[in-house]
């Protein structure tokens, strides 16, 4: 893209072109005039915002954010007996359990679905591109599967549901993320 000092000159050559204009004499030369010199502000905004940082690092993978979540969802597994209570609970609703563990699995299907079969066997980078419905089942589908097993787990836990639920979540998905 530009490097500082053409960015630089560009801003200059667009700030003496906006004083240019702004020196009309009618009221309908100064409307135009500010009209362009708003539209010239816009385009130099955009232009800024669309640079590109060529020496930007990619981010770890194993970083602090992670490592959080990971260990909280750890903690919480322990400390509320999570696999246990999913088991052995009797007050587990199991109609809306069962509606959410399918609606979950249907998630994993289709991101096993995209990540083994599209990107790795047939590499496919941008598979939502080529199966353009795959975003959108597997977001209704996930909020569904959260939704039902809110419910099912609310007798359980009560208000701490929704934290629980989705503590366990976000250190699934940070431990995904570490593997892949």
């Known amino acids: 893209m530009l490097d500082n000092g053409e960015l ?21 030369e100064e409307k135009k005039g500010k009209n362009k010199t708003i539209i010239i502000i816009i385009i130099i905004i955009i232009i800024i915002c669309c640079q590109r940082d060529d020496e930007a690092k990619p981010l770890p993978r ?33 109609w809306w359990f069962n509606v959410g563990l399918v609606l979950l699995g249907t998630c994993l299907c289709l991101a096993v679905f995209c990540i083994v079969y599209l990107e790795w066997y047939r590499g496919i980078q941008h598979y939502d591109q080529v199966y353009p419905a795959i975003p959108p089942i597997t977001t209704a589908a996930f ?11 609310w007798p359980v836990w009560s208000f ?21």
């Open 62 to 94: 194993v970083n602090r954010h992670s490592v959080f979540w990971i260990v909280a969802s750890v903690a919480v597994t322990y400390y509320v007996d999570f696999l246990s209570v999913l088991m052995h609970s009797e007050d587990i609703k199991s």
């Open 8 to 28: 630089a000159t560009l801003r200059n050559r667009f700030r003496r072109d906006a004083e240019l204009l702004l020196q009309g004499s009618d009221d309908n």
């Open 143 to 153: 909020i569904a599967a959260s939704c039902s097993l809110n419910m099912a787990l």
């Open 160 to 180: 701490f549901t929704p934290l629980i639920l989705f503590t366990q979540f976000m250190g699934v998905v940070m431990l995904i993320s570490l593997l892949g």
